[in-house]
Nanobody, 121 residues
């Protein structure tokens, strides 16, 4: 089994920065694509950042230039650096990853439990 645990959320003023972390643990053979999603209050979950096993990244226009996703494969950890935060960035942020637990099984998609980010003065 694999666990994804997010951390780093909190309350920040508009224009501020936060760095989220997501650490994977358990039986891990390889981690492929990792994603950050967010779910604002009363809205649907949306994708905000993607990083492949090769390090390629992708962002929607709403966060491009403000958010940066990165990964440390040695630590099985992914980060989301969020700068120039706005009130509309307020949401629960979730980590999502495709993980292979052994070389004989196909990758399985896992979710973390989420971490709250609130942008408010």
């Amino acid at each position: 089994q694999v666990q994804l645990v997010e951390s780093g959320g909190g309350l920040v003023q508009p224009g501020g920065s936060l760095r989220l972390s997501c650490a994977a643990s358990g039986t891990i053979f390889s981690i492929y694509t990792i994603r950050w999603y967010r779910q604002p209050p009363g809205k649907e979950r949306e994708l905000v950042a993607t990083i492949t096993s090769g390090g390629s990244t992708n962002y929607p226009d709403s966060v491009k230039g403000r958010f940066t996703i990165s990964r440390d494969n040695a630590k099985n950890t992914v980060y989301l650096q969020m700068n120039s935060l706005r009130s509309e960035d307020t949401a629960v942020y979730y980590c999502n990853a495709d993980v292979r637990t052994t070389m004989y099984l196909a990758p399985v998609n896992y979710w973390g439990q989420g971490t709250q980010v609130t942008v408010s003065s």
